[in-house]
């Protein structure tokens, strides 16, 4: 499965941005789609994920409340809506997708299979 990620952009603290991980070759469906972000000189950290099986969601812990991810009726786009956006999420934002249904790997980069190329999120004060 091919993974196109767009959507990002410079906004202002406060904005929201809406993000989206595009497939190609295949649907999404059964798989476990994910969003992870790298920020300068940091390492590549969990955002949010989508598990097609139940439906279920997942967040950091420093996006909940802020952050909804979500699915076409397609099963080929997630969507990452991003609102009350802050200084600190600027970052490259990348789309992943694994096959691999373990619920703890979910927040592990090393455990998805597909990746999109970054789309970058610049968040101004």
């Known amino acids: 499965v091919q993974l196109q990620a767009s959507g990002g952009g410079l906004v202002q603290a406060g904005a929201s941005l809406r993000l989206s991980c595009a497939a190609s070759?295949?649907?999404?469906?059964?798989?476990?789609v994910g969003w992870f972000r790298q920020a300068p000189g940091k390492d590549r950290e969990f955002v949010a994920a989508f598990r097609w099986s139940g439906g279920r969601t997942f967040y950091a812990d420093s996006v909940k409340g802020r952050f909804t991810i979500s699915r076409d009726n397609v099963e080929s786009t997630v969507y990452l809506q991003m609102n009350s956006l802050k200084p600190e999420d600027t970052a490259v934002y990348y789309c992943a997708a694994t096959s691999r249904g373990l619920l703890a790997a979910i927040p592990i980069s090393s455990s998805y299979e597909y990746w999109g190329q970054g789309t970058l999120v610049t968040v101004s004060s």
């Open positions: 070759g295949r649907t999404l469906s059964g798989y476990t």
